[in-house]
């Protein structure tokens, strides 16, 4: 997954509603809406609408409909780098400013986040 996306029960995004006397049944509660995935959970794709608009997927911890433009293929090589990676326990930095401590247990904060 490229982008955070809602996964769904049908591939469209008109909402469905079931009665909307009773409440929790109608308006906000799209029952279509099944849950939503994150940007780099890994997916598999084994279905398609027949516009290509959507793709049936399973991931490991939901399957539904996604949006074909918020996913990306990948190749065997890929995967084995992204493997590889993932076993290396390998961080990011996603705000700043950011404290790090070296391997040999010094602190440092500065705009580049690079210790010293």
Known sequence: MITESSVRMLPTTTPAFYDFKKAGEGYPFDILQD?????????YIFGESKDKAWKLIISP??????????LAKTNETFISQWIAYAEQNLGAFTKEPVSVIDSKGNSCRNKRNVCC
């Open 61 to 70: 911890a939901v399957m539904g409909w996604v949006k074909s433009d918020d």
């Open 35 to 43: 849950s939503s995935i994150r940007p780099g959970t890994p997916v």
